[in-house]
C-alpha cells in the first residue's frame, strides 16, 4: 500500500488540496494519504524544509512526498524528484532539498512527465501526483527523467560560534510563536565547555541563562530555554506566545554569550 504526503501553502479554504488527493486516488485508489500540513506561509521555501524535516523519518520506506510550495518551474529551477533514504520526495529545486535532507540524497532526476493540463499553475495536481502513482507503481526513476547531477542549494543559514559567543537566528516560530533557533545542541555544548551563559533574545532585553527540561520548568510567562525533539535550541513562553508578545520575527538574532574561560595562574608566572 503507497503512502504519499502532501506539504503546501494552500491553506484550507479552497479546493487544492481535494483535487490533488481525489487525482492521486483516481489513479491509485489504495493510496493511503497524509496531509502533513497546508499551513505553510506562502512561498516560505524554508518553513516547509524545516516541516517536513522533522517528520519524514517517522514514515516508512518507500513513503512518497508532495511538497507543493513555489511549485512554478524554470530552467534553473526544474521540478525533480529526489530519493534519499529510502523515501522519495517530489518538488521544484527551489533549495528546498537543503533544508529537509541537508544537501544528502541518492538520486536526483528532472520530472520529464507530460503533465495532464494545458495549464501550468498547479504542478502538484497535474505532474506532481501522476509522478508520484508513477513511484508508487514501481517505474524506475530513470522513466521518469534524466539524473539532475547537482541540486540547487538553499541558502539556509549557520549559526556561527567566536569570542567566546555564538550568533544565531530564528528559523522557525511554531503555531504556538515559540522560536525554534538554529543553534543546535551540538554546537551549544561544544562551545560551552562547562561554562555559564546568557541566552539573548532581542539584545540583552529578555534572557535566560540555564536549559531546562519541560516548558513547565519556570512559572507561568517565564522565558525558558530547551533543546527540543528537533535538535536545536528553542526559546518559548510558559502558556504564552512569545513571539507576538516580545515583537520576534523570523530571522531575528539569537545570541549566546558565555563567560570567559580563565586562564590559571602558576607560581612560575609570578616573577
Not at 525533480?80 to 517530489?90: L, P, W
Not at 551563559?197 to 532585553?205: E, H, P, Y
Not at 527540561?213 to 535550541?233: K, W
Amino acid at each position: 500500500m503507497a503512502i504519499i504526503t502532501i506539504t503546501s501553502d494552500w491553506g484550507t479554504k479552497d479546493y487544492y488540496a481535494a483535487a490533488v488527493k481525489g487525482k492521486i486516488l483516481s489513479m491509485l485508489p489504495s493510496a493511503t494519504i497524509v496531509d502533513v500540513t497546508h499551513e505553510i506561509e506562502p512561498f516560505n521555501v524554508a518553513q516547509a524544509g524545516f516541516t517536513l524535516k522533522n517528520c519524514y523519518r517517522c514514515f516508512p520506506p518507500g513513503t512518497i512526498h508532495i511538497i507543493a510550495v513555489d511549485t512554478i518551474e524554470s530552467t534553473e529551477c526544474p521540478h525533480v524528484v529526489v530519493k534519499a533514504e529510502g523515501q522519495y520526495f517530489i518538488s521544484t529545486d527551489n533549495g528546498i532539498f537543503s533544508h529537509i535532507l541537508d544537501g544528502k540524497y541518492d538520486e536526483a532526476y528532472c520530472i520529464d512527465v507530460i503533465q495532464d493540463s494545458d495549464f501550468f499553475t498547479f504542478a502538484s495536481r497535474d505532474r506532481f501526483a501522476k509522478v508520484a502513482v508513477m513511484i508508487a507503481n514501481g517505474e524506475p526513476l530513470s522513466s521518469i527523467g534524466e539524473p539532475r547531477l547537482k541540486l540547487n542549494p538553499g541558502g539556509t543559514f549557520c549559526a556561527v560560534a567566536r569570542d567566546n559567543t555564538i550568533e544565531g537566528v530564528v528559523m522557525h516560530i511554531d503555531s504556538y510563536d515559540n522560536l525554534i533557533t538554529n543553534i543546535s545542541k551540538e554546537l551549544f555544548e561544544k562551545e560551552r565547555r562547562g561554562r555559564d551563559f546568557t541566552i539573548m533574545v532581542k539584545g540583552d532585553l529578555y534572557t535566560v541563562d540555564e536549559i531546562s527540561d519541560s516548558y513547565l520548568d519556570v512559572d507561568v510567562v517565564d522565558l525558558v530555554a530547551i533543546f527540543g525533539t528537533h535538535g536545536y535550541l528553542e526559546l518559548a513562553l510558559n502558556q504564552a506566545k512569545l513571539a507576538s508578545l516580545c515583537g520576534i520575527e523570523l530571522k531575528s538574532p539569537i545570541k549566546v554569550v558565555f563567560e570567559e574561560e580563565k586562564t590559571s595562574v602558576t607560581s612560575d608566572s609570578l616573577f
